[in-house]
């Protein structure tokens, strides 16, 4: 039975803001105790916080459930805070896409109602963790993916690749994207990697603009580690994680591999990948 949120959001989603406290004014007449993160209360109410309990966003406290209110780049902060806890994470759409989101806020909380009646399940979805030798990355976990990008340079890299400490390939051009089978349809899908149900035990390979063709996406399982060493004419490149860049020097390795813990996301009975793809990437939609 659920009985305790915990509540994050995104301070740039201005229009929102009734809909959000009508939300929370809604989970309070059902009885639950709830807590917003610190800075998403104060851009709700300002210095009164609306007699709301708050916590820090690196120290969650203890709840049944967290419930992300905005888009897909909420959803990723949130799982990157609550998922070692092992909560399970409700994404409400406030945003545009809001693919990893289970729906949209409406007026009269259908999304709300149906979790707390138990309609929903939870699915467990792979993580990354990755680490440098050079630097400490300080939020080292990805849902989506780990991508290694150019930094002031429009050289391209070349990127030494093993797998499972066998030697793969170097990968040269701008670029090279680790992705998860929940991010298979984020940064891995805009370059032509594939498509993945995103409860399947891989990962993703895949290359941004290769200088070769015979350079293609590559599916592995998920409990290979990969390491990937960087060189670029530039002093370092970019190690983008869930879009949290961290600056690594030039000639340094990154090891990538599935992390301890998954993300647990809720989905509505009734939701699945197949009507998923077609209601929110349009598959297979005639557009003429």
Not at 75 to 92: D, E, K, N, Q, Y
Request: glycine share 8%.
């Amino acid at each position: 039975m659920i009985k305790r949120l915990v509540i994050f959001g995104n301070t740039y989603h201005h229009d929102d803001t009734a809909k959000v406290m009508s939300l929370l004014d809604y989970l309070q007449h059902r009885g639950l105790d709830i807590a917003v993160e610190r800075e998403y209360l104060h851009h709700l109410c300002g210095d009164n916080a609306c007699g709301i309990a708050s916590f820090e966003a690196d120290r969650v406290i203890d709840a049944d459930m967290a419930l992300s209110l905005g888009g897909d780049g909420t959803f990723l902060t949130t799982a990157m805070w609550v998922s070692r806890m092992g909560m399970p994470i409700l994404g409400i759409n406030l945003g545009h896409l809001g693919y990893l989101t289970t729906g949209n806020l409406d007026k009269n909380n259908s999304i709300i109602d149906d979790v707390l009646a138990g309609n929903y399940r939870i699915e467990e979805r792979t993580m990354l963790q990755v680490e440098c030798d050079q630097v400490e990355i300080p939020h080292p976990w990805a849902l989506n993916e780990v991508a290694i990008l150019r930094h002031d340079t429009s050289s391209m890299l070349d990127m030494e690749t093993s797998l499972r400490s066998n030697s793969l390939t170097t990968y040269r051009g701008d670029g090279l994207i680790i992705s998860t089978p929940t991010g298979s349809t984020a940064y891995n899908m805009s370059v032509g990697g594939p498509i993945l149900e995103p409860t399947t035990s891989c990962l993703v390979l895949s290359p941004i603009s290769p200088h070769s063709l015979t350079m293609r996406p590559l599916v592995v399982r998920d409990d290979s580690i990969i390491a990937v060493r960087t060189h670029t004419r530039a002093t370092h490149y970019e190690v983008s994680i869930d879009g949290e860049v961290t600056l690594c020097p030039t000639g340094s390795a990154l090891t990538i591999k599935r992390a301890a813990h998954c993300a647990r996301v809720v989905q509505l009975t009734g939701n699945n990948f197949a009507s998923t793809l077609r209601q929110k990437l349009l598959w297979g939609t005639d557009r003429r």
